[in-house]
């Protein structure tokens, strides 16, 4: 397995359970494997839903800031990464 790292965390939601992240480079897309890394965060999730300004999208590339619910708390300038084969 390869990563590429697509961004970095910019915020996060505890409420809802969102993770702002301002992707920088590359893409990312629904279905996709995504790892968070950062001091005390270390996990992967596959995206099930993106979006930006509350409006669901299929992808999103560099210079959007979107929404990706994630299932553990994550922290600004935790490395997001996309895992591929």
Do not use: C, W
């Not at 915020?11 to 897309?29: C, E, L, M, N, P």
């Not at 929404?67 to 997001?80: A, C, E, H």
């Amino acid at each position: 397995m390869t990563e590429e790292e697509i961004g970095k965390v910019s915020g996060y939601f505890a409420k809802i359970g969102v993770a702002g992240i301002k992707i920088t480079s590359g893409t990312v897309r629904i279905g996709d494997t995504i790892h968070i890394k950062g001091h005390t965060t270390d996990f992967q999730q596959q995206v099930e839903s993106i979006q930006i300004e509350h409006e669901s999208v299929e992808q999103a590339g560099p210079g959007d800031l979107v929404g990706i619910k994630v299932k553990d708390r994550v922290r600004p300038n935790d490395v997001v990464y996309k895992v591929s084969q």
